[in-house]
């Protein structure tokens, strides 16, 4: 079993940039695909990024592209969001789960999710 520990969030202002961090305990963090989504209040978890076992392959959501990376270093079992020119329909609670499936957006399909990093861009 895997366990997500998130941080990094804060309190930026727009066109600011973030750099969230997950760091997993376990021997089998190469083995999974990892994914960020985030929660904004009074609305449903969205997918926001993922990144394969090798860190090869990588997809975003429409909203993020071109503003969020997604990295992992599998030798200290972390996987990083670089938010850059966030804006403040980027604020909500970030969190980051693992998954076996590629390619997938649906949160059911991941799992061992950590306890979330607010992150709040105000304008």
């Known amino acids: 079993q895997v366990q997500l520990g998130e941080s990094g969030g804060g309190l930026v202002q727009a066109g600011d940039s973030l750099r969230l961090s997950c760091v997993a305990s376990?021997?089998?963090?190469?083995?999974?695909?990892m994914g960020w989504f985030r929660q904004a209040p009074g609305k449903e978890r969205e997918f926001v990024a993922a990144i394969s076992w090798g860190g090869g392959r990588t997809n975003y959501a429409d909203s993020v592209k071109g503003r969020f990376t997604i990295s992992r270093d599998n030798a200290k079992n972390t996987v990083s969001l670089q938010m850059n020119s966030l804006k403040p329909e980027d604020t909500a609670v970030y969190y980051c789960?693992?998954?076996?499936?590629?390619?997938?957006?649906?949160?059911?399909?991941?799992?061992?999710w950590g306890q979330g990093t607010q992150v709040t861009v105000s304008s």
């Open positions: 789960a693992v998954t076996t499936k590629w390619p997938v957006w649906d949160p059911t399909h991941f799992g061992s």
């Open positions: 376990g021997r089998t963090f190469s083995s999974y695909h």
